[in-house]
């Protein structure tokens, strides 16, 4: 069976003209975080907006994220795939599309208020995020020198933190309203008033998302007509059986683990966020979404900050400080009262900042050839953001909507980060026969 490209050695030399010719691309790679950024974090707005419009509970909610994330799971091998055989400008070109195709879904599934369609529609996006992820993670890690690698992919998803800011303020000013009622104020409506206000609510994603469909078919044909260098290919084809013999590194085997946790976290926190802001810091609707946006501000100011801090500290030694810190934080989530709560979620944005692209980078040192081998299974690790935040809002309704309780899914993920960053990161490789 085909399989996933391979890349021997980073493309950039020491010459000044070569990082200059590589500029450009690096731009282009870096908008790519951007913009995945915002359709994640925009997840965050439309659980609740969606869970208001469609009359859903806590866990229907979630299906938003697992309907993403599972397709991380699904496509991370044939996104793989696609790039051995097509390269990494017809991948991200094809990314987009599929990305661009999601967004424009929204239209229909607001004008029918079926959830089914939303679900659809997110899919697809996911469907076209990974081929994006799945191309430009380890782009950002070979357009330099190999002892760059983690920097330049901590500069690069630093615009994935700008998108963490925007996305939220988008979706608070355009997407919620800021009208609610409760289960009872509706059924005492009559039906007419009842389905014109649900169907106002539903009808609010869309502009949003059409302009984010234009804006991704825009970057396309940009990218068309942008010169992209080619990693060299070693050979045209590998086997099924070489995503098997990557786990022999122990290394990146626990790296998939770790990020399994650490986007089920980050999804986790964000999923919640408004809603534990209404409950546990009393904010009404729209307050609760503009906090979500400091949390997108720390998270960014976490990442440009971690990029400076690795230039002093180790990157597994800052990752394991960072999880000790968050999971103190997500006790406080846990056990505090009002205000404290949500400063707490809010300083976890800064230091979940750097986890991602960290334990990416560390799970993919020294493979060699098997880079996007490694890309690739580390991709489909983001499946834990299809999985933990459903198991959070199982926790949440069992608990008569106590969003708090469900704040323990995250400490335990944090735990599992900090194994990774004190003796998991370690490359140990075990040869095979």
């Not at 990494?88 to 599934?109: Q, R, S």
């Not at 782009?139 to 190999?146: H, Q, S, V």
């Not at 979940?352 to 560390?362: A, V």
Request: hydrophobic letters at 50%; charged letters at 10%.
């Amino acid at each position: 069976m085909a399989g996933i490209p391979t890349q021997a050695q980073p493309i950039a030399t020491e010459n000044s003209g070569s990082r200059n010719q590589y500029l450009i691309p690096f731009i282009l790679i870096t908008s790519l975080f951007f913009l995945w950024g915002l359709a994640h974090n925009l997840n965050a707005i439309l659980i609740p907006h969606l869970k208001k419009a469609c009359e859903l509970n806590n866990r229907q909610s979630t299906l938003i994220d697992t309907s993403v994330f599972l397709a991380y799971f699904l496509m991370a091998v044939p996104a793989g795939i696609f790039l051995k055989k097509w390269g990494y400008k017809n991948g991200i070109i094809t990314g987009l599309l599929i990305f661009a195709l999601g967004a424009f879904l929204f239209i229909p599934a607001a004008n029918t208020r079926m959830y089914e369609i939303f679900l659809l529609a997110l899919f697809i996006i996911g469907c076209g995020l990974t081929i994006l992820e799945t191309a430009a993670n380890p782009y950002a890690t070979i357009l330099g020198k190999p002892e760059k690698a983690t920097f330049r992919l901590n500069l690069a998803a630093s615009f994935n933190g700008l998108a963490a800011i925007i996305a939220p303020l988008i979706g608070t000013q355009f997407i919620l309203s800021g009208v609610e009622f409760t289960g009872s104020e509706l059924a005492g409506m009559p039906d007419v008033e009842r389905l014109a206000y649900l169907s106002e609510e539903a009808a609010a994603v869309k502009m949003p998302f059409i302009i984010l469909g234009g804006v991704l078919l825009l970057c396309a044909i940009i990218t068309w007509f942008v010169s992209l260098p080619e990693v060299k290919q070693e050979s045209p084809k590998t086997r099924i059986s070489e995503f098997i013999s990557a786990f022999r590194h122990k290394h990146l085997s626990r790296a998939v683990v770790a990020q399994f946790f650490y986007v089920g976290a980050q999804v986790c926190v964000t999923s919640f966020f408004i809603s534990m802001a209404k409950q546990g810091g009393g904010m009404d609707e729209k307050t609760a979404g503009y906090y979500l946006g400091m949390y997108g501000f720390l998270f960014m100011a976490g990442r440009f900050a971690g990029t400076f801090f690795m230039n002093y500290v180790a990157p597994p030694r800052l990752l394991s400080i960072y999880a000790v810190l968050s999971v103190l934080l997500s006790a406080t989530a846990i056990f505090g009262d009002g205000a404290y709560v949500i400063y707490s979620l809010g300083a976890l944005g800064f230091f979940m900042s750097i986890m991602f692209p960290t334990i990416f980078s560390l799970g993919v040192k020294g493979l060699g050839e098997e880079i996007k081998t490694g890309s690739s299974l580390l991709i489909m690790s983001i499946a834990g953001g299809a999985i933990l935040p459903y198991l959070m809002g199982t926790i949440i309704d069992m608990n008569n909507n106590n969003v708090q309780t469900g704040y323990f899914v995250p400490l335990i993920c944090f735990a599992v980060i900090l194994y990774f960053g004190l003796s998991g990161y370690k490359v140990r490789s075990q040869t095979t026969d």
